[in-house]
């Protein structure tokens, strides 16, 4: 009989102290904050967004017609020299003088072109990015506060292979996010929003 009365009170000590562990895990687990995270590939809402595409349509135009300014300027410059060069006209006279200071003009001009151009269309390029990357990182603070988002990562991938070793640095500086499965992709969602205000944006 007292055998029997303890070989129950051991079985019913090891299933107290069995579901007070099972308590203790489940208290534990849901102590653990649950962070809902999301993503968002910022390259790819700055390149496939409707406004990028009017932009390159918009910039395209403007750069073609700089090139065609200085492929005409450049055709002029030839043209004014080669005609300085063909002795036509005394080196003593007004209208060679005059051909001379039209040269000299245009070469000036030219260089001047050839080194602000570049820096126009940089400067453009880069203005158009911050501004579409601002309305990016708005539309993303907005959707995140909208479905009770705890942290949203930049997930852009490099691409392989690569030619410069420059480019390889900088994907192992920028990327961080080795790997998301099953976050939340705000990718299409930000590229939605920015594509209702296209007509905003591009003006």
């Known amino acids: 009989m007292k055998r029997r009365m303890m070989l129950l009170g051991c079985l019913i000590g090891v299933v107290v102290l069995f579901a007070v562990h099972e308590y203790g895990l489940a208290q534990v687990n849901s102590a653990k904050p649950v962070l809902p995270v999301a993503t ?16 390159r349509e918009k910039t395209t135009a403007e750069n073609d017609r700089m090139d065609a300014e200085e492929d005409k300027l450049s055709k002029e410059i030839q043209a004014l020299a080669a005609g300085l060069r063909a002795g036509a006209l005394k080196p003593d006279s007004a209208d060679y003088m005059q051909q001379y200071q039209d ?10 072109m050839q080194e602000l151009n570049p820096q126009k269309k940089a400067l453009k390029h880069q203005l158009w ?6 309305e990016i990182l708005r539309i993303t603070k907005e959707l995140a506060a909208q479905k009770g988002l705890a942290l949203v990562l ?27 499965g099953g976050c939340l992709d705000l990718t299409g969602e930000v590229i939605a929003e920015l594509d209702k205000m296209e007509a905003k944006l591009i003006n």
């Open 40 to 55: 968002i590939s910022v390259s790819q809402a700055l390149r496939d967004c409707k406004a990028t595409a009017k932009y």
């Open 103 to 112: 040269l000299l003009q245009k070469q000036a001009e030219f260089k001047i």
């Open 129 to 134: 990015t911050e501004k579409l990357y601002k």
């Open 154 to 180: 930049a997930v852009d991938e490099p691409e392989f292979p690569m030619m410069r070793y420059e480019d390889l640095a900088m994907a192992l500086r920028t990327h961080k996010v080795l790997y998301n």
